[in-house]
């Protein structure tokens, strides 16, 4: 998925005219504490709505703090997964979408982004979880799905977790088989170490919490 699939137009962007009273409207109107700021398609950077409150007179124009903005933005075609890094590392709640020919299309907030997660086969699609604690030396996914093939399975999607041990780490699979039971005896007798595994009942919302912790969405 790419950023151009979650991209928001309904979000304005500040020009270098608009004073910060604006701004600052705008973000409690929109729920966000970030706005683009741009400059007909040309963008400039991201106000913080901290900043902006520290300013005293809320009549002056964006255009006389642009030394504030931060220099943050995805491109159309960037991955969904990279859009979440950004937003991570600088703790937004948008980030700007700009075209091939650097252009501003628009942005993307953490909610879309999750939305579009949540669509995701991983998430969307009925199946059962397994979560497993492997050692790196040890982790083959090859070796993973023919297990999981040989119970007449298939993984939907997965990813990994780092646990504070450098040589392990936590493996989340999501199988097209509701019933797991099967699945993970054949796991156990190859001496894996099943830590949980979850069905159709639980396992949407379930997943979808372990991408919020995995993201740090929580912490924006």
């Not at 910060?20 to 504490?33: G, H, L, R, S």
Request: charged share 25%; hydrophobic share 40%.
């Amino acid at each position: 998925m790419l950023s151009s699939e979650i991209l928001i137009t309904e979000i304005p962007s500040l020009s270098k005219e608009d004073s910060v009273a604006q701004a600052i409207e705008w973000m409690d109107e929109f729920k966000v504490t970030h706005l683009a700021v741009t400059q007909g398609a040309q963008y400039l950077g991201l106000v913080h709505e901290d900043y902006l409150l520290s300013v005293e007179d809320e009549s002056d124009n964006i255009g006389n703090h642009l030394n504030t903005l931060i220099k943050t933005s995805v491109y159309e075609n960037d991955h969904v997964f990279e859009v979440v890094k950004l937003i991570e590392k600088h703790k937004l709640s948008l980030i700007p979408i700009l075209s091939v020919k650097d252009l501003f299309i628009g942005v993307t907030t953490v909610s879309g982004i999750m939305q579009a997660i949540a669509e995701m086969p991983i998430v969307k699609n009925p199946g059962g979880i397994i979560v497993m604690d492997l050692v790196v030396a040890d982790y083959s996914m090859i070796e993973i799905s023919r297990i999981v093939e040989s119970n007449d399975a298939k993984i939907l999607g997965s990813f990994i977790t780092r646990r504070y041990d450098e040589n392990k780490f936590e493996l989340t699979i999501k199988l097209n088989k509701e019933n797991v039971q099967d699945i993970i005896q054949t796991f156990e007798r190859f001496e894996y170490d099943i830590t949980a595994s979850y069905d159709q009942s639980s396992s949407e919302d379930d997943l979808l919490d372990r991408y919020n912790n995995l993201m740090n969405y929580l912490n924006i």
